[in-house]
């Protein structure tokens, strides 16, 4: 019976420094749009947080292109320059970048000029969309059309690619105590982006049989600093 209420005691006491001294965090850094705004909670030393963060891009490529060749006119003993080939074609791109992550900030005292370290795991989760339309037109010497092809085409990236991209983030900072809720911090670390792209496919028909597979492995990795301003209650 004493050692169980020793132990009750000891739980007691831990719960309450830690109760004590828990909240919730925001934290807004300088490094959008990748963790750049994180809501989370802080118990004791410890800081579990997550993040949402967005990137949009729109593309949009108009193109016009002319070819030009020469015959030899036996009749009028000139040569003769003619269009040979013309080709009008319109590609529009939009992609977003939707960036969930989720870290954890140790520190390691309470002061107010406070240390810790970071850690954090992101997925980057790539949406890209798109039409392409055009015309392609061949031309004989007289003018007159050899042959055209024609275009209207919308496609979706995901169909036709599988795309897996992760982040892992490791950092030290500090942060300055500017009263009882708020803090601004610097930090410096290490940021990795690794990328798993595949394809696969193939074509079956009378005249022709073809399977392909292609998977390429990319990973980025570099240094980062970042000023964030922090909000604790």
Do not use: C
Not at 180 to 201: A, C, L, N, P, V
């Amino acid at each position: 019976m004493k050692k169980t209420m020793i132990i009750l005691q000891g739980l007691l006491l831990v719960g309450g420094i830690i109760y004590a001294e828990s909240g919730t965090s925001i934290t807004f850094k300088n490094i959008h749009p990748i963790n750049g705004t994180t809501i989370g909670t802080k118990i004791g030393i410890l800081n579990p947080y997550i993040g949402f963060d967005m990137f949009h891009f729109d593309l949009k490529d108009d193109n016009f292109r002319e070819e030009w060749d020469t015959y030899w006119d036996w009749e009028q003993e000139t040569e003769i320059t003619f269009r040979s080939f013309e080709k009008k074609s319109e590609l529009e791109l939009s992609s977003n970048l939707f960036i969930p992550h989720a870290g954890l900030k140790i520190f390691f005292n309470d002061d107010i000029v406070k240390t810790y370290l970071l850690g954090d795991f992101m997925v980057i989760v790539p949406s890209v969309t798109g039409t392409d339309n055009g015309r392609e037109i061949h031309y004989y010497p007289d003018g007159n059309i050899d042959w055209q092809d024609q275009w209207d085409d919308e496609f979706d990236l995901q169909d036709e690619v599988d795309i897996h991209i992760f982040g892992i983030m490791f950092g030290f900072g500090v942060e300055y105590s500017l009263g009882e809720s708020m803090t601004i911090g610097g930090e410096y670390g290490f940021r990795s982006i690794m990328f798993d792209i595949k394809t696969d496919g193939e074509t079956d028909d009378e005249y022709w049989k073809e399977k392909w597979k292609n998977e390429v492995n990319a990973s980025l990795l570099g240094t980062y600093t970042a000023f964030s301003l922090n909000f604790y209650f």
